[in-house]
């Protein structure tokens, strides 16, 4: 039990302890906290306070993103997420540490970490069925490869931003009903509801990383909305795949779940059928039973399930290196569109509102097809934690602002 009173009943209490960077009135520089209910403690002075100049994990707590710590290694991550629990627990170490939290109102957050490579996987089974039937009516709808590798693509990192930033309505190409190559503000802007895996131990070149290894590489989870332009996308993809329809913003959650925090969240993953490649075959096979939420304009219009990703993580992350590419500390990686079987718990507009044919309702009575100017979006999840809390993952947030 913590003696952090707004932790207690919370969502982010002592099972949770996602971290993040943020700053103060007092003090602009950007540094390292972990959210402790409705405040943030700050790691760069427990650092400072421990008399420790010199130590890498040390001078890695005292850094303006989570690269350096993230980079430590899964024994560094539990050492320091047991040492935060034990102060936070110890009713004894309140005057020390009491001194070093800011409520969360007072603090402005930065990007968590600099994201080296970002990656997009398509593994929600229910996703992958229901857009390749739009956009290849013709076809399968799901293509051959689908069941034997997960499959995916490269996304752009450097417009990879945290929760709040404004999201520019993206320009580009688009062919009308009628055939013809026009240029314009999108008018099928939508999102995708993900959980994106974040690589804190590199690999060295040439060297996959195992199925069996994604605990020993990968440090936490944050959500992810991948704002998708559909008309662009729809022109421009054949045959490389996802360009500018995608690459214009991909925000992200202020907050990193360490995978400690998501342990009684693991679920057996669903049987995959056929069977794959050895490479991908797990000795343990599990996923992550989180439960996403999508609100539009705040009303709530999903409930996407993560449980039942066709994909895990864990294969996510040998298919990604099987070749020999390297992985880099700040490697993001998401699942995918999470999607589930019913139409409540669709992960895209484009889905719920089945390519724009059929309108959602919004709370205030407003209809929409895909996003307006000035409207908001924000996704939010939940997981099982020890002793049956639940956790907070979230939010993201973004608004849609005109070109
Ligand atoms: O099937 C297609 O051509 C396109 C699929 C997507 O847009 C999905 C994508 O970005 C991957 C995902 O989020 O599942
Ligand atoms: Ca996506
Ligand atoms: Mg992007």
Known sequence: MTWVASAVDSRYGVENLPYGVFSTPNDSAARLGVRIGDEVLDLRRVAESGQCATCPTCSALRAPTLNAFMARGREVWSTVRGQVQSVLTDPGMEPHIRPMMTPLAKVTMHAPFLVADYVDFYSSEHHATNLGRMFRPDSEALLPNWKHLPV???????????????????????????????????????????VGFVVGVPTVLGHPAGVDEFREHVFGAVLVNDWSARDIQAWEYVPLGPFLGKSFATSVSQWVTPLDALDDAEITAPVQDPEVLPYLIEKDRYGYDLRLSVKWNGTEV???????????????????????AGLRTGDLYASGTVSGPA????????????????????????????????????LNATAMGTEGRMIGLGEVVGTVHSH
Request: net charge negative; glycine share 14%.
């Open 152 to 194: 995916g693509y490269h996304g752009r990192a450097g417009t990879v931003v945290p929760s709040g930033t404004p999201i520019v309505r993206p320009q580009g190409q688009r062919r009308t009903p009628d055939g013809e190559i026009v240029f314009g503000p999108s008018a099928r802007l939508d999102i995708e509801a993900e």
């Open 343 to 378: 139409a409540h718990q669709r992960g895209s507009f484009i889905e719920l509102t089945w390519g724009g044919k059929e309108p959602v309702t919004l709370g205030d009575g407003a209809t929409r097809t895909f996003l307006e100017d000035g409207d908001t979006v924000e």
């Open 302 to 324: 999903s409930r996407p399930p993560f449980a039942d990703m066709y994909w895990t993580p864990a294969q996510q992350l040998a298919h990604m290196t099987v070749n020999g």
